[in-house]
């Protein structure tokens, strides 16, 4: 198995590889310090798992995971954090990361790279029993780990109703202008690439 580890910790960074190197069947092909480095050692390495912080100082962890997993959906991911943030797991989910584990549970760690190898999705204790309340306000907590606001979610409502701009805009008494910012900003903050994808993403979540 070969892993790719990024924290902007060294220390921690250096224990995890010491740790993994041990064993046998895994192999250390990288080490960063943020999130840009873990999007280009994902795409340099190409990892069967990247071991990753969230909180680093240039780029977050959930940011490059949601870089990597959005050119790369079957990237296998396990978040390794200190923190057991609510916005944080459902973001995690969200984008698609394969696994969440809180840095005091070193002892999970191998089990828990073995298994996301695997396929599996795995969640710490803690965490697991946070999923069931977290997903049953899945909606909710979508909207708001995207900063979308009320006016831009009778936007997006109406989009996915079929209406054109002009159509939301009176429906909404704003201008045509408005209404196109307003959806700019929705596609960029949901990295989507046009109304259509928005639509749908809108549909499956309603």
């Known amino acids: ?50 071991l990753m912080d969230i909180r680093m100082k240039e780029m977050s962890g959930l940011e490059a995971a949601k870089q990597i ?16 943030d609510d916005e944080y797991i459902v973001k995690a989910l969200k984008y698609g990361v394969k696994g969440y584990l809180l840095k005091q549970d070193y002892h999970s760690i191998l089990p828990a790279l073995q298994a996301v190898h695997l396929g599996q999705s795995v969640f710490g204790t803690e965490i697991m029993a946070k999923l069931p309340e977290l997903l049953k306000e899945k909606k909710s907590f979508d909207w708001s780990a995207f900063d979308i606001g009320e006016k831009e979610l009778q936007v997006i409502s109406l989009v996915a109703e079929g209406f054109s701009n002009k159509e ?4 909404l008494f704003l201008s ?16 989507l690439r046009d109304r259509t994808q928005l639509a749908v993403y809108y549909l499956n979540v309603k």
């Open 1 to 50: 198995m070969r892993v790719v580890i990024v924290d902007d910790d060294t220390f921690v960074a250096g224990a995890l590889k010491t740790i993994l190197e041990a064993e046998e069947d895994v192999t250390v092909v990288g080490v960063g310090n943020d999130g840009r480095e873990a999007v280009q050692l994902y795409e340099d390495r190409k990892p069967d798992v990247l």
């Open 176 to 191: 045509e202008g408005t209404v196109r910012n307003y959806m700019s900003q929705i596609l960029d903050k949901m990295g």
């Open 168 to 171: 939301i805009a009176e429906r």
């Open 69 to 84: 997993l959005g050119r790369a959906p079957k990237a296998k991911i396990l978040l390794l954090t200190t923190f057991s």
